[in-house]
């Protein structure tokens, strides 16, 4: 006979499992809190159900409550470009003209440009600089970096190292990269060194 700790055991796992395809960290912690909230108080009544109708009460408890929680949720995106810059200076300690000569910021996701000539001709020292402007550039806008936005600005310049790209990513000791190893897109995070790399990185570039 079931306990109750394990009936809690198999909301939670319920939950989850309904939240799980949010992409948004914040979202789906606060979709999963509510979905959780919603089993626990109804679970006696979704026992009754067959095992259709449970799911449909489910799902329809995730879109009620990822409606809700996207409502509350502050919009927290830099509105124009003059933003951008702003927080990118502010990021890289340089002035907000110089912004330009390192990123193209006239949409929401940052845009590396540089000339590929000033980025090293080594495919792993390539890379490091490539992550540490990607990702800080994200992280002082508030975006989540991946090894896939990596990977396409790699790519684009010519330094994608296939081969060796995750392991290069690994060894970096200015980022944590996130995830079960061997999966495909995996969470880039800044260390405290990695943004103090990057800020003497973009200071160079600017002073060439």
Do not use: W
């Not at 912690?29 to 009460?57: C, I, P, W, Y």
């Not at 879109?63 to 927290?76: H, K, L, M, N, P």
């Not at 396409?152 to 995830?179: C, K, P, W």
Request: hydrophobic fraction near 40%; charged fraction near 25%; charge should be negative.
């Amino acid at each position: 006979m079931p306990t109750a700790v394990d009936e809690l055991t198999e909301l939670v796992a319920t939950a989850r499992a309904a939240t799980e395809s949010l992409t948004d960290p914040d979202l789906r912690q606060a979709a999963f809190e509510r979905v959780l909230e919603h089993l626990l108080v109804n679970g006696g009544t979704d026992k009754q159900l067959d095992a259709a109708s449970a799911s449909e009460t489910t799902a329809a408890s995730v879109t009620s409550a990822t409606a809700e929680i996207q409502d509350e949720i502050a919009d927290r995106a830099f509105g124009d470009e003059q933003q951008r810059k702003d927080a990118l200076a502010a990021y890289f300690k340089i002035e907000p003209e110089q912004v330009v000569h390192i990123f193209k910021v006239e949409n929401d996701e940052p845009d590396l440009e540089i000339y590929s000539s000033k980025l090293p001709a080594a495919k792993s020292r390539a890379l490091r600089e490539i992550c540490l402007l990607v990702t800080g550039a994200r992280t002082a806008l508030g975006q989540e970096t991946t090894t896939s936005h990596i990977r396409l600005v790699s790519n684009h310049y010519g330094r994608l190292d296939s081969r060796n790209f995750m392991a290069t990513l690994g060894q970096m000791s200015e980022i944590s990269v996130l995830g079960r190893p061997g999966s495909k897109n995996r969470v880039i995070r800044m260390k405290a060194l990695g943004a103090e790399a990057s800020q003497a990185l973009a200071q160079r570039l600017i002073s060439e």
